[in-house]
């Protein structure tokens, strides 16, 4: 049997799948693992551009999600992404994201930085 926050967590990130389909983005990965480095929640592309996003949640308004997004956090994904383009031998334009789940409110933050 599965534990509350990892389903709490998959949910998220359907919702969030879900929500970048409905925006035009191409879902290319989904829990991407960089060997030591971490995970990348979601990877997509979108109008030429890769997308490497954090998803980040909380079941009511009352706790901001964004401040779970840390610098050690943002670090992993940036050094996963670059394991992820050095793998697949890609040389394209590619974008830190963080998509921000909010009770039912999804809010998506393109370029996010330290």
């Known amino acids: 049997m599965r534990e509350l926050p990892k389903l709490f967590g998959d949910e998220s990130e359907n919702i969030a799948t879900l929500f970048l389909e409905q925006e035009g983005y191409v879902i290319l990965e989904r829990n991407y693992f960089a060997r030591k480095l971490g995970e990348i929640d979601i990877i997509a ?3 030429d551009v890769l997308h490497f996003i954090e998803v980040k949640s909380s079941k009511s308004n009352s706790f901001d999600p964004v401040y779970n997004l840390t610098p050690s956090k943002l670090r992993k994904v940036i050094n996963s992404a670059q394991y992820y383009l050095k793998v697949k031998k890609l ?21 996010v930085t330290l």
């Open 45 to 47: 592309k979108h109008d």
């Open 91 to 111: 040389v394209m334009a590619f974008s830190i994201d963080a998509l921000i789940i909010r009770g039912k409110e999804v809010e998506f933050i393109e370029n």
